[in-house]
Every structure is written in C-alpha cells, then in structure tokens.
C-alpha cells in the first residue's frame, strides 16, 4: 500500500537554529499538507499546498513557516530559528485529486527544541 | 466546519463490538463524514467515510441516519491492538482548502 514517508522520524535541535523537515508525498498525490500535535494535544492543521502553491494555511503557520516542493517527490517543512514551544509531532499528508476528502498521513518527525 | 462531539473515552473488551457515535448538529449539505484512527506518537489513519446511509470496509462500519446529525463508527470484534484514538471529523474539505478539524477523539481502550 502506498504511504507518506517522513524524515528524519526525530530530530533535536537548539533554540534558534532552522529545521527542514521531509516528506514523500503518495506518488499521484496532487494536495499536500502540513499538520502539527504537541504531546497530549489536538492535531492541528499547518497548511496545504496544491499547484506549487499554499491554499491555505492556519495562525499557526507564520512567517517562521514555509514549504516547498523543490522537485517532483519532495515536499518539505522549513521553521525557522526554532523556540522551545515548537517541540512537537509533524505529520505530513497528501490526497489525490477527485478524492480530496480523503487525506493520508506520514508517520511523523519528532521534534524536540532544546 | 461542522463542530463534532464524540466521548472522551470507552472501554471494552477483546472480542466485542465497539460503537463509536459522533454528535454533528450543524453538519453541511456537502459535508462528508470521515473517521481516523491514531496510535500513541503515529500518524492519523484514515479508516472510513461517509455521506449517508451505511459503508462498510474490511476495518470498520459507519453508519449515517437520515437526518446526518449524527454517525456511528462500528468496530467489530475488537483486539487489543484497536487501543487508539479515533476522532470523528465533518466537512466539505474541497471547499475548506483541503483542511481537517481535529477535536479530541474517543480514547478507545480495549482489555483482555
């Protein structure tokens, strides 16, 4: 079964360095997004990204965010100088079109900011 | 986004069905119902979903009433390894960006 795959699965990082997070999207997938879960908390939306561009994107997502899809597989999440209450689950996703409803999701990257 | 109300947690045990029912009042004309199951530091999971009526797939059963305000996931015959979160979520995600609402999911714990 095709699946969403993320690197690195953690990571640990000082406070105010930059971190780029992965993710191989499914391979005829056409939506991308970005989601976020603090231990014990909701998962919360980040962003989507469709036609090399965000759709849309939540408060959280400020300009310390940013995305990209540098070439044809990748689709990444760059935060920069990184504060402490950043430490979180990152879920990558992605759904096809005609079927956008249905989103599915990476593992995860597990960041830690010291 | 159509609010979702499901219980904070259920019990059961291995072998029992498990029914899982989500409250949504204000659900939408083109909302859809969808079902995600989550492991402890994993990746939500897309069980099932739904518009109306009843589906079913090899994992689990939604059922829909007419009226959509509500739904009900079935688990049958549960394992120890059903032991997850399952959160309920309503929208029409085409029109909403592709974006999903997570609220805080039905703790499901099942015993042995």
């Known amino acids: 079964e095709p699946e969403v795959t993320q690197t690195p699965s953690h990571q640990v990082t000082q406070m105010g360095q930059e971190v780029i997070l992965r993710c191989v999207p499914i391979s005829n997938h056409l939506y991308f997004y970005w989601y976020r879960q603090i231990l014990g908390q909701k998962v919360e939306f980040l962003v989507s990204?469709?036609?090399?561009?965000?759709?849309?994107k939540s408060e959280i997502f400020d300009d310390q965010f940013s995305v990209e899809r540098p070439d044809g597989s990748n689709f990444t999440l760059k935060i920069r100088s990184t504060k402490l209450e950043d430490s979180a689950m990152y879920f990558c996703a992605s759904s096809a079109q005609g079927n956008e409803n249905t989103i599915y999701f990476g593992e995860g990257s597990w960041l830690t900011v010291v | 986004l159509a609010k979702t109300t499901q219980p904070i947690s259920m019990d059961s045990y291995e072998g029992q069905e498990v029914n899982i029912t989500c409250s949504h009042n204000?659900?939408?004309?083109?909302?859809?119902i969808t079902w995600y199951q989550q492991f402890p530091s994993q990746g939500p999971r897309f069980i099932i979903q739904g518009y109306k009526t009843k589906v079913t797939n090899e994992v689990a059963s939604l059922f829909i009433p007419a009226d959509r305000k509500s739904s009900t996931l079935s688990l049958p015959r549960v394992s120890l390894s059903d032991t997850a979160v399952y959160y309920c979520l309503v929208g029409d995600h085409k029109a909403a960006g592709n974006k999903l609402t997570f609220g805080g999911g039905t703790r499901v714990l099942v015993k042995p």
């Open positions: 204000n659900i939408a004309t083109n909302d859809y």
């Open positions: 990204f469709y036609n090399n561009e965000i759709s849309e």
